[in-house]
């Protein structure tokens, strides 16, 4: 009889100190997750505990949310059109936190007024290339022409006539150059990929996949994540990604 | 709590009183044992309900939650939107933006969020038809949205593909010859000189020749090689009718179209070939989510209309 007290008595404080202590976890946990939050989102790397806070906390976060498409390694994808998130190479902003958490937030294409929606790229194939604005569809020997133009940024010998003539339709009916700029840099502001370097979002750079791109358009979609994650959630996964990143180099 | 006898309440008569920390603990026996496990449970309780009170989405009603600047009548403006407005609007990093211009955007955000809810209030979207289509239409996207964001996987696709194989073909492509006889040409007289047209080409005299030798002219309709779409529009479809059907180098018999006969000569006409899957597998990530997209809109109208209460007029039925 006694003995059985006594065990109740054990289960009894222990109950109350688990409590406790949970408790008290939570409310640590809730104390830094406010002082995470309270901060500009750039302002969160220059603060190497909350920093260190929030990464840990954002990989489980990256791992149930985005790894589905992003992959675990976050590597990305190409044939599906999902971009390395580890190198240098952003096709949005320049890889900050700001910057990162925005997209966690609303997405690329999603529904919400915040979303990054500014340009797609049109499929100059079809008809219609374009859904915001009228743009003449590209013959099959233009495309081939303005593929072998960019082609040249990957190392590929090109004909000089179709070169000339490619280089011609980049500027002025394919209006590639309004996106991607007149140098193939592309935009980090629309979301246009640079075309001259050797980071492919989809496809691998050649020259069927450019033409298959060209004629097809290409539409990504990242989701917007502001309904199902908490403002700390989102924090810490846009500083989780970006702890991954490769750091831009510093401006010349 | 108690630490000595002096300060717990007498006790019930025939209980030993509680002399170290230890008899304290012999619990059973304690006294305020009831007392002091509803204490500790109320204690745990209350901060159980605090903490939530304080953490809950919605329940913050003076205070400014950390990942907030304002709160405009409970709705929070992140501190995320605000910084990415700042940017946005001055063109500046946010840690070089001054205060003048953060003080600026913040006041901007303020007042957006105050008309908005200011034209719930006076129901705008029943009035106003630009919000009320923008409104139809955001809740077409956000119906949308799982379809959208949803990663399909190889067999989904691949099954889609299988059932919509034919849609999946390289695309057709064709370069004719479209002769016609020049306006204001009598009509016998052009059929005539169509035909000798028609037979001359057949006999495989060069198109330069033969439109010179018999009055016509290309009619300048279509341009070097085309998509079958393309020719299909510029040809109009009587024209592409006739000339999708002819093989590289034959020649249609004269078509007689407002503007006279014309005769077309096909060079090359590449028909449409099925794409593999790993070929066609971007278009048909296209279409299998614009398929889900559609679905999923009907069935929302479909859901909107069991949940309501619809009553259409006898004579309207």
């Given at each position: 009889?006694?003995?059985?007290?006594?065990?109740?008595?054990?289960?009894?404080?222990?109950?109350?100190?688990?409590?406790?202590?949970?408790?008290?976890?939570?409310?640590?946990?809730?104390?830094?997750?406010?002082?995470?939050?309270?901060?500009?989102?750039?302002?969160?790397?220059?603060?190497?505990?909350?920093?260190?806070?929030?990464?840990?906390?954002?990989?489980?976060?990256?791992?149930?949310?985005?790894?589905?498409?992003?992959g675990?390694?976050?590597k990305g994808d190409r044939k599906t059109g999902v971009p390395d998130?580890?190198d240098?190479d952003?096709?949005?902003?320049?890889?900050?936190?700001?910057?990162?958490?925005?997209?966690?937030?609303?997405?690329?294409?999603?529904?919400?007024?915040?979303?990054?929606?500014?340009?797609?790229m049109?499929?100059?194939?079809?008809?219609?290339?374009?859904?915001?604005?009228?743009?003449?569809?590209?013959?099959?020997?233009?495309?081939?022409?303005?593929a072998t133009?960019i082609g040249v940024t990957q190392g590929r010998?090109?004909?000089?006539?179709?070169?000339?003539?490619?280089?011609?339709?980049?500027?002025?009916?394919?209006?590639?150059?309004?996106?991607?700029?007149?140098?193939?840099?592309?935009?980090?502001?629309?979301?246009?990929p640079n075309l001259a370097d050797k980071v492919w979002v989809n496809g691998d750079g050649s020259k069927k996949a450019i033409i298959d791109i060209i004629a097809q358009?290409r539409?990504g979609?990242?989701?917007?994540?502001?309904?199902?994650?908490?403002?700390?959630?989102?924090?810490?996964?846009?500083?989780?990604?970006?702890?991954?990143?490769?750091?831009?180099?510093?401006?010349? | 709590?108690?630490?000595?006898?002096?300060?717990?309440?007498?006790?019930?008569?025939?209980?030993?009183?509680?002399?170290?920390?230890?008899?304290?603990?012999?619990?059973?026996?304690?006294?305020?044992?009831?007392?002091?496990?509803?204490?500790?449970?109320?204690?745990?309780?209350?901060?159980?309900?605090?903490?939530?009170?304080?953490?809950?989405?919605?329940?913050?009603?003076?205070?400014?939650?950390?990942?907030?600047?304002?709160?405009?009548?409970?709705?929070?403006?992140?501190?995320?939107?605000?910084?990415?407005?700042?940017?946005?609007?001055?063109?500046?990093?946010?840690?070089?933006?001054?205060?003048?211009?953060?003080?600026?955007?913040?006041?901007?955000?303020?007042?957006?969020?105050?008309?908005?809810?200011?034209?719930?209030?006076?129901?705008?979207?029943?009035?106003?038809?630009?919000?009320?289509?923008?409104?139809?239409?955001?809740?077409?996207?956000?119906?949308?949205?799982?379809?959208?964001?949803?990663?399909?996987?190889?067999?989904?696709?691949?099954?889609?593909?299988?059932?919509?194989?034919?849609?999946?073909?390289?695309?057709?492509?064709?370069?004719?010859?479209?002769?016609?006889?020049?306006?204001?040409?009598?009509?016998?007289?052009?059929?005539?000189?169509?035909?000798?047209?028609?037979?001359?080409?057949?006999?495989?005299?060069?198109?330069?020749?033969?439109?010179?030798?018999?009055?016509?002219?290309?009619?300048?309709?279509?341009?070097?090689?085309?998509?079958?779409?393309?020719?299909?529009?510029?040809?109009?479809?009587?024209?592409?009718?006739?000339?999708?059907?002819?093989?590289?180098?034959?020649?249609?018999?004269?078509?007689?179209?407002?503007?006279?006969?014309?005769?077309?000569?096909?060079?090359?006409?590449?028909?449409?070939?099925?794409?593999t899957?790993e070929d066609a597998r971007i278009?048909?990530m296209?279409?299998?989510?614009?398929?889900?997209?559609?679905?999923?809109?009907?069935?929302?109208?479909?859901?909107?209309?069991?949940?309501?209460?619809?009553?259409?007029?006898?004579?309207?039925?």
């Amino acid at each position: 009889m006694l003995q059985g007290k006594s065990r109740w008595k054990t289960v009894a404080v222990g109950a109350a100190v688990a409590v406790v202590a949970v408790l008290g976890w939570l409310v640590y946990r809730h104390g830094r997750d406010a002082a995470m939050l309270r901060l500009a989102p750039d302002s969160l790397p220059e603060n190497a505990s909350l920093y260190a806070f929030a990464v840990s906390g954002g990989k489980g976060v990256f791992a149930r949310n985005c790894a589905g498409c992003h992959g675990a390694d976050m590597k990305g994808d190409r044939k599906t059109g999902v971009p390395d998130l580890t190198d240098v190479d952003w096709q949005f902003g320049e890889g900050r936190v700001a910057e990162i958490e925005q997209i966690a937030l609303y997405g690329i294409r999603a529904a919400d007024h915040r979303t990054k929606n500014q340009a797609d790229m049109p499929a100059f194939g079809r008809e219609q290339p374009y859904a915001r604005y009228s743009i003449p569809t590209l013959t099959p020997q233009e495309m081939d022409d303005i593929a072998t133009y960019i082609g040249v940024t990957q190392g590929r010998e090109a004909e000089p006539e179709a070169l000339k003539r490619g280089i011609a339709l980049f500027d002025t009916k394919g209006q590639c150059f309004d996106c991607h700029g007149n140098d193939m840099g592309g935009d980090t502001f629309i979301g246009a990929p640079n075309l001259a370097d050797k980071v492919w979002v989809n496809g691998d750079g050649s020259k069927k996949a450019i033409i298959d791109i060209i004629a097809q358009g290409r539409v990504g979609v990242s989701p917007m994540f502001k309904n199902t994650l908490s403002p700390a959630q989102i924090r810490a996964v846009a500083a989780y990604i970006h702890s991954k990143a490769i750091p831009p180099p510093p401006a010349a | 709590m108690a630490k000595s006898p002096s300060s717990t309440p007498a006790k019930p008569a025939g209980t030993p009183p509680a002399k170290t920390v230890k008899d304290l603990f012999a619990w059973s026996e304690h006294p305020h044992r009831t007392l002091i496990i509803g204490a500790i449970g109320a204690i745990v309780g209350l901060g159980m309900a605090g903490f939530g009170l304080f953490t809950a989405e919605g329940t913050r009603v003076r205070s400014v939650p950390p990942e907030a600047v304002a709160v405009v009548n409970g709705r929070p403006v992140l501190i995320s939107d605000f910084v990415a407005q700042v940017e946005a609007e001055m063109g500046v990093k946010y840690s070089e933006a001054n205060a003048a211009q953060r003080k600026m955007v913040l006041e901007e955000m303020i007042s957006e969020e105050l008309f908005v809810q200011r034209g719930l209030e006076i129901d705008e979207p029943s009035v106003d038809p630009d919000v009320r289509s923008a409104l139809v239409s955001a809740v077409q996207t956000q119906v949308a949205v799982d379809a959208i964001t949803k990663s399909p996987t190889d067999d989904e696709l691949r099954t889609f593909y299988e059932a919509h194989k034919a849609s999946y073909s390289s695309m057709g492509l064709m370069t004719v010859k479209d002769l016609v006889a020049p306006r204001g040409t009598d009509p016998t007289t052009a059929m005539n000189n169509a035909r000798a047209a028609a037979a001359a080409l057949r006999a495989g005299q060069a198109v330069e020749a033969v439109g010179a030798r018999y009055n016509m002219k290309d009619s300048g309709k279509v341009m070097g090689e085309e998509l079958y779409f393309a020719a299909q529009i510029h040809l109009g479809d009587a024209l592409f009718a006739q000339a999708v059907k002819l093989k590289p180098g034959e020649v249609s018999d004269p078509v007689l179209q407002a503007d006279g006969p014309h005769v077309l000569v096909t060079v090359t006409n590449t028909t449409p070939q099925a794409r593999t899957f790993e070929d066609a597998r971007i278009a048909v990530m296209t279409d299998f989510k614009q398929a889900l997209q559609n679905q999923m809109q009907v069935n929302e109208d479909k859901f909107l209309r069991v949940r309501a209460d619809i009553l259409i007029a006898k004579a309207f039925q």
